[in-house]
């Protein structure tokens, strides 16, 4: 049977690096739905190229853009605007797997929709789990959706775990024997610097990472080690964990994505070159096993792998990220909703790189965080958040 795949945010890098193996097999995926925000020209090259029956971009008049082109191109991919079609297409009875690759919390309600509709779910939109936490897991549980993590850490750690070939994360004995999850980080591309230079990086310099290739958002969240915070948190639901068995481990060379210690002193780790298409195949196929394209590692060729702690000192969002897993409630959605607004004011050159820190800690001392039953509560306070540090960012720069 050939699956049916929705991508959301098939023209970001995540989106294209899983049409790359789709296209490899066929014989076993079809991009049944691909979905972005506004860039119309590149979801039309990959509609002539991929021909999936919908495509749907969130902004209705990038939406009119792409329906008169492609109609002016002799193509019948359907094309849909908006939010609504966005969660349709999520949540299509003919689509078997939902690519969630939606960069930020503009995620939640779509990767949600798929959630409820109870499909094979491979998330790399991190942010969605991070802002809705125990509602994203209990729809899980209820609706008996496949949550696949497509993270390269995350992933990493779901090979290693012991559920067997189970590709199911839900419920009973997921974590039985594990005494700690170790995430690696690769430290980003100001790893080696000073305070005094990280005052001074420009977004230029934020967005070039030294082994990987993502969009700019994850990126600079990379650069500020924010990105391993998001993926701490990110851990501590997927696997059930709490903060305390869940260290962080900085390994400049990625060849390592990430390890899971057992009771008997067992550890166990999932390596490969850094590239995310091992884990998009990983993820489509689990149990199987399909080619990914991804280069092999050659072990003579590796001169040394390197592990170091993290510095808390030069990058406090890892820090900051603890804290508010361990403060529960909504104080996860305010950290996010606190990075993503000060991570495009960096990226617009508005305000410093360290400045991302101190919102996000600003943000955390401030604004309430209470525990919420509904995915509209929470984005009630992921909305409070943003006009905070907007607020807070405009009179910075005064
Ligand atoms: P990109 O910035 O490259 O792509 C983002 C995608 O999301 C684009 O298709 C974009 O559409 C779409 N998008 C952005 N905003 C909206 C919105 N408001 N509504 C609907 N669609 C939107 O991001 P990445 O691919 O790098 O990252 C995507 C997610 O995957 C993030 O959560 C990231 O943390 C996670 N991830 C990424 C990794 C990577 O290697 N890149 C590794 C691990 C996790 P458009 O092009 O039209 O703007
Ligand atoms: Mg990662």
Known sequence: MVQQVTILGA??????????VLALHPDRYRPFALAAFTRWQALAEQCLAFKPRYAVLRDEAAALALRNHL???GSDVEVLGGDEALNMVAAHPDADVVVAAIVGAAGVEPTMAAVHAGKRILLANKE???VTGKIFMDAVEASGAELVPLDSEHNAIFQCMPHGNSA???GGQKNAGVTRLILTASGGPFRTLDKEALMNVTPEQAVRHPNWDMGPKISVDSATLMNKGLE??????LFAMPSEKIDVVVHPQSVIHSMVEYEDGSVLAQLGTPDMRTPIAC????PDRVASGATRLDFTQMSELQFEAPDMERFPCLRLAREALEAGGTATAVLNAANEVAVAAFLAGQIGFMDISHCAATALDKMLAPTCKTVE???AVDAATRRFVDAHITSLSR
């Open 377 to 379: 509560e929470v984005l």
């Open 283 to 286: 993820a489509l196929a689990w």
């Open 71 to 73: 109609a002016a191109a």
């Open 232 to 237: 701490l948190i990110e851990a501590s639901w």
């Open 168 to 170: 199911s994360m839900k």
């Open 128 to 130: 969605a789990l991070v």
């Open 11 to 20: 023209t970001g890098s995540i989106g294209v690096q899983t049409l790359e």
